[in-house]
């Protein structure tokens, strides 16, 4: 299967830009302490078993970001997890998060569309014994306006692509977060997780795939294991996203 690529126009980077003053929810707490949270897109089974694996290892839990249409098919980052991997996920303390039910790109949908589609993501989800999701992931981290205004009232915090730390005074709404991917992944989570820590902060990890030969939008287990321990030694409490946002709400 190939890979569907989000906008890379001019225009589309010039609307990405201008939609981060849209529609803001301001964090109007602050960390206190710095934080992390490891999040996995789309949930691939590698994900679900061998991510999740890693986390519980050394007691913390991460947040997956499901497309309840994908599941059990294949995709390029391998096969999708399934309702039993998610039920699981959700059993053993893992938060259970929404993307849109066909993984549909809310930088290219109007507002209703992108609503129709997270609320059957989160209906299917209910239907698997799994909890309403508290927060929402782009897929492709991209999103309009319209999407973004229709989509703040269901969810806690939704969470973007571009890279940053979640502070106060964020836009909740639109939240930023550094990829565990490509060749230089771990290298560039490293320095974040340095960021974070300096400035008591939360920083958002995600990744999709994680396998000895990970798709060039995932990374291995020895990166991901690496990144906990230097987390969890560096001082940084690990954290579901529904639990950061929870705190810097207010």
């Known amino acids: 299967m190939q890979a ?3 906008d890379t126009s001019l225009l589309a980077k010039l609307r990405r830009r201008m939609v981060r003053g849209a529609s803001r929810r301001r964090a109007v ?6 934080m992390v949270s490891f999040t996995f897109d789309d949930a691939p089974v590698s994900a679900a078993r061998r991510g999740a694996e890693l986390l519980e290892a050394r007691g913390l839990k991460g947040a997956y970001y499901v497309s309840a249409g994908l599941a059990g098919t294949e995709g390029p980052m391998g096969r999708y997890a399934d309702a039993d991997d998610y039920r699981r996920l959700a059993a053993a303390g893992h938060e259970i998060g929404c993307h849109t039910y066909s993984h549909l790109d809310c930088g290219r949908a109007a507002g209703p569309a992108a609503l129709a589609e997270a609320v059957r993501n989160a209906e299917q989800l209910e239907a698997w014994d799994i909890p309403f999701p508290a927060t929402f992931a782009y897929p492709y981290g991209d999103v309009a306006a319209g999407p973004k205004a229709i ?3 269901r969810f806690r915090l939704l969470r973007a692509l571009h890279p940053g730390l979640v502070e106060k005074g964020c836009d909740l709404n639109q939240a930023p977060a550094v990829g565990i991917e490509g060749a230089e992944g771990e290298a560039t989570a490293r320095r974040w997780l340095d960021k974070a820590k300096a400035r008591k902060a939360w920083l958002i990890l995600y990744t999709h795939d994680v396998q000895d030969s990970p798709s060039q939008w995932g990374c291995t287990p020895a990166a ?3 990144l906990i321990d230097a987390a969890v030694e560096g001082g940084l409490e690990v954290v579901t996203v529904a639990e950061g946002a929870r705190r810097l709400a207010g």
């Open 4 to 6: 569907y690529q989000a």
């Open 224 to 226: 991901l294991a690496g």
């Open 151 to 153: 989509l703040a009232a």
């Open 29 to 34: 707490g602050s960390p206190g302490r710095p």
